[in-house]
């Protein structure tokens, strides 16, 4: 049985009223936990700003069994801009297709599927089929030297190889686990100002060699092994890498983890909150100037 699990991927977004609903009413997710900070993260969970900031994790059920995704906003942040680096999350889910038509929301159609897009840009790959287990089925991420990257993903990170085609692979830690695709695109991977990160639990005990093997492999550490803490919430211990395109990954400890997130039933509630009490959109509109750009 691995000892790894995949936890979730990171966005950055610049409006959270239009996000929400968009979880909410298209993807039919629900809000899981919302955190307010008064200062950046230590390991740079919001990216490279030291300002205020929320973090919302959003998905089909509790983060013990299901992939889900952490959006982050940072107060004063209108915009980020997209690079080439995230490919796009698949569901199963024939609801959200339905959702969207019900609502008159963009639907571009991608062979059997669809594609849903946020409304920060990030594409979501919809199968209209129902699963058992978790409607989130794979996370794609670019690649310019993909079997470079299968023996990052597989030899550093412990990770099984699933399949392999000439530009694609498939890879992950357990047969019922959301999955990790590798697409080759041919051309330099450019993260831009939205990118994201990529984050995965493993026993405490297990940070230190991970963070050895990654130094005696010579890759990149952004962040070596520190604890971070939540307000009133588990304390968990955290190592930041990056992968050859400059992937950011998340090795947190699953102790910590799992007592850090913990469903809050007045997580819509909190959400709301932060939306309501938030009136930089009506400051800058009173001003007739746009928020910053990330």
Same mark, same amino acid.
């Given at each position: 049985?691995?000892?790894?699990?995949?936890?979730?991927?990171?966005?950055?977004? &610049?409006?959270?009223?239009?996000? *929400? %609903?968009?979880?909410?009413?298209?993807?039919?997710?629900?809000?899981?936990? +919302?955190?307010?900070?008064?200062?950046?993260?230590? *390991?740079?969970?919001?990216?490279?700003?030291?300002?205020?900031?929320?973090?919302?994790?959003?998905?089909?059920?509790?983060?013990?069994?299901?992939?889900? @995704?952490?959006?982050?906003?940072?107060?004063?942040?209108?915009?980020?801009?997209?690079?080439? $680096?995230?490919?796009?999350?698949?569901?199963?889910?024939?609801?959200?297709? *339905?959702?969207?038509? %019900?609502?008159?929301?963009?639907?571009?159609?991608?062979?059997?599927?669809?594609?849903?897009?946020?409304?920060?840009?990030?594409?979501?790959?919809?199968?209209?089929?129902?699963?058992?287990?978790?409607?989130?089925?794979?996370?794609?991420?670019?690649?310019?030297?993909?079997?470079?990257?299968?023996?990052?993903?597989?030899?550093?990170?412990?990770?099984?190889?699933?399949?392999?085609?000439?530009?694609?692979?498939?890879?992950?830690?357990?047969?019922?686990?959301?999955?990790?695709?590798?697409? #080759? /695109? &041919? @051309?330099?991977?450019? +993260?831009?100002?939205?990118?994201?990160?990529?984050?995965?639990?493993?026993?405490?005990?297990?940070?230190?060699?991970?963070?050895?093997?990654?130094?005696?492999?010579?890759?990149?550490?952004?962040?070596?092994? /520190?604890?971070?803490?939540?307000?009133?919430?588990?304390?968990?211990?955290?190592?930041?890498?990056?992968?050859? $395109?400059?992937?950011?990954?998340?090795?947190?400890?699953?102790?910590?983890?799992?007592?850090?997130?913990?469903?809050?039933?007045?997580?819509?509630?909190?959400?709301?909150?932060?939306?309501?009490?938030?009136?930089? #959109?009506?400051?800058?509109?009173?001003?007739?100037?746009?928020? *910053?750009?990330?």
């Amino acid at each position: 049985m691995a000892t790894k699990r995949a936890l979730h991927f990171v966005f950055k977004v &610049g409006n959270r009223t239009e996000t *929400a %609903k968009f979880y909410r009413e298209i993807l039919g997710m629900k809000f899981l936990r +919302h955190e307010e900070f008064d200062k950046g993260c230590d *390991a740079a969970c919001n990216g490279p700003y030291d300002g205020r900031w929320s973090k919302s994790m959003v998905g089909y059920g509790p983060e013990d069994n299901h992939f889900v @995704v952490e959006l982050t906003y940072n107060y004063g942040v209108g915009t980020y801009q997209l690079g080439n $680096d995230f490919r796009g999350i698949t569901i199963s889910s024939p609801s959200a297709v *339905a959702n969207a038509n %019900k609502q008159g929301y963009p639907i571009v159609q991608d062979g059997d599927n669809h594609v849903l897009t946020s409304p920060d840009g990030y594409k979501f790959h919809i199968i209209s089929q129902e699963v058992k287990g978790d409607p989130v089925q794979m996370v794609t991420l670019a690649s310019s030297d993909l079997q470079k990257s299968v023996d990052y993903w597989t030899k550093l990170c412990g990770m099984t190889l699933y399949s392999r085609g000439d530009n694609s692979a498939v890879l992950g830690y357990d047969d019922n686990q959301c999955k990790l695709q590798l697409l #080759d /695109i &041919g @051309v330099p991977v450019d +993260h831009a100002t939205a990118y994201g990160r990529i984050a995965f639990s493993c026993p405490e005990s297990e940070l230190p060699e991970i963070e050895k093997r990654m130094k005696e492999a010579d890759q990149k550490i952004l962040t070596s092994l /520190i604890s971070l803490d939540t307000p009133g919430k588990a304390t968990v211990q955290v190592v930041i890498l990056a992968d050859p $395109d400059g992937h950011e990954i998340c090795f947190v400890g699953d102790t910590g983890f799992r007592d850090l997130s913990q469903v809050d039933p007045t997580a819509n509630q909190l959400l709301n909150k932060g939306i309501e009490e938030d009136k930089s #959109d009506e400051w800058f509109k009173k001003k007739g100037i746009s928020k *910053a750009s990330g």
